[in-house]
């Protein structure tokens, strides 16, 4: 029997809905210092000054129930910190401070501290200073033993021409790898491996000398090092950061209507970890696509001849495919493979 | 049967100690752009030009549990903005943007919709951009129906002088009414009214024409609306936001060692739903005024004289104590009454 995610308990439609009837809202708040639209990776707020502030807000979702099963609490906080800075620089900025919340039913200090140590850790691996928290005991609210943490990031916009996102027709799509799930698609991947696979976080990941419990909470890249010289430089003219949604969610955001984004199959390698939910849930490639980032944490942009030097820079950066016309409804494709 | 706040669920030693040992994973992170220290209202962050932003994270707390009872999603979030709003006055800030965090066990669009009507209202009346938000459907986190809700803002340092808390001995405290419980110490007023009093939100609340829902769904005042204008002429040496803590934890942080904060007690109307509290749980009058605010919101420390004008511009600032020489162990006594 094939799962799908809402057999996984997450409804894309109803969020879909809901994100709709949100945006008038959004609009009936706007002041003059925003600058950009919703729904973006990020808000741009301008201040006086001509400077310009990125911020945004995530939180590490159902990855944290794997946390609980492997009572391992010191990672969660690295993987928030890295997500919200790729959202960010995805909008051309680089971190300035992080907050973060914190909340559960029943307060252990220890949990807390290993939660907050890996918050810290991401923070000054990113650069970024831990501004300010909250810790919240709400009994009755969440189920035993599981918390949630969310983080706010904002940053300092300083590759305007990331943010313009001024893609062209033949232009090369750079593809990073993922370290694995990172932080999107762990209701689903947890249906599999724990419900379907009946695995559970100390037994080993088949085929890989690590158990089920390391290979899920393996931490989300942060790209600003690998990316920000390439940034500078000028090399790159828009940043995808693959998270819910996928390669098409993701890259579609950031394309103009005119443009598709052609990526080609087998020119990166997909991970084992998604041949395996792919196979053990009898899931569509289609849906793979659209829930996992299947190996790429972040696409970027560049023209033809800043490829090269690009490619010197970055050890992993690949060529995954082209900015082409758009033909038809999909915003991406996807060809040969 | 005395009831205290560990008896419902909430275990503030626990926090505490959360809190000492976060502090020097928070300082590990610290970088050149930061200005405050940690356990204020809101962090401080200098930006290059001389500009100064204030942020500040929180949640609604199990006042959503009222939300969810009641069937009422539209206020908590004008509730989360107002807190919002408050802690970064307190730092002398004004607020410029705000981003919101909804989680959940299963989505729900109307109820998403309703709760973020309320974040944007609360937004436009504080005249500030609700610049991102993030929506989460987290399978198995939730208990049935409930929802979290955490908000951020980012503000402008303003008032330089409501920051530096320049207080004196001999300086006037003024307190602004609170519309009621506003959005601390509800698990304790849950336990009482839910579960000792066994009312319903539907019920009438003893001695006014509101239910139970009505009364402790009271929107959590804004201050910025009544106290701008008097940090602006320079009226105000500081501020502290009554939450959780009460009027002993807050008036703690924003004094010197050397003072203490001398509170006559009469001189305000405390709002019978806290007799009803303190009688129905048997609570003793310390732990009322460390879990709620009593009847005041917002306490200003003022300069003698400054009192009157600030009180024929503010029509609700009452004269409620004074700054004293700190003697013994508490900065805040009560006198009188």
């Known amino acids: 029997m094939s799962l ?17 009837r949100m945006r008038e809202l959004v609009d009936s708040t706007r002041t003059d210092a925003v600058r950009a639209g919703f729904g973006s990776f990020g808000g741009h707020l301008a ?67 290993e939660v907050v140590r890996g918050v810290a850790r991401g923070c000054r691996r990113n650069g970024c200073a831990l501004l300010g928290g909250e810790t919240a005991e709400m009994p009755g609210f969440y189920r035993g033993g ?51 696979m009946g695995l559970e976080v100390g037994d080993p990941w088949p085929g890989l000398p690590a158990s089920v419990g390391e290979v899920l909470l393996r931490v989300h890249r942060s790209y600003l090092g690998p990316l920000r010289e390439e940034c500078a430089a000028g090399r790159v003219r828009a940043l995808a950061h693959i998270t819910g949604g996928g390669i098409p969610g993701k890259m579609s955001a950031i394309l103009p209507e005119h443009l598709g984004a052609d990526f080609q199959r087998g020119s990166w390698t997909v991970p084992r970890i998604f041949d395996i939910i792919q196979h053990e849930g009898d899931v569509s490639t289609e849906e793979m696509y659209e829930v996992f980032n299947m190996g790429l944490g972040m696409v970027a942009v560049c023209p033809e001849d800043n490829v090269s030097p690009f490619q010197e820079q970055v050890p992993d950066a690949q060529i995954v495919g082209r900015i082409i016309p758009r033909e038809g409804d999909a915003h991406v494709t996807f060809s040969g493979g």
């Open 4 to 20: 799908s995610y809402r057999d996984a308990g997450v409804d894309r439609d109803a969020a879909a809905i809901a994100k709709l």
């Open 47 to 113: 201040l006086a000054e001509g400077e310009e502030l990125v911020a945004s807000v995530d939180g590490v979702g159902t990855k944290l129930e794997v946390a609980v099963r492997a009572g391992r609490h010191d990672t969660v906080g690295e993987d928030l910190v890295n997500h919200c800075v790729n959202d960010i620089l995805a909008e051309g900025a680089v971190p300035l401070a992080f907050l973060d919340y914190f909340a559960c039913g029943k307060l252990d200090p220890e949990v807390v501290v």
């Open 146 to 196: 599981v918390y949630d943490l969310v983080g706010f990031i904002v940053g300092r916009l300083e590759f305007p021409a990331v943010a313009a996102r001024e893609v062209r027709g033949g232009d090369v799509l750079i593809g990073l790898e993922s370290s694995g799930i990172h932080t999107n698609g762990f209701s689903f991947a947890r249906a599999v491996i724990f419900g379907r």
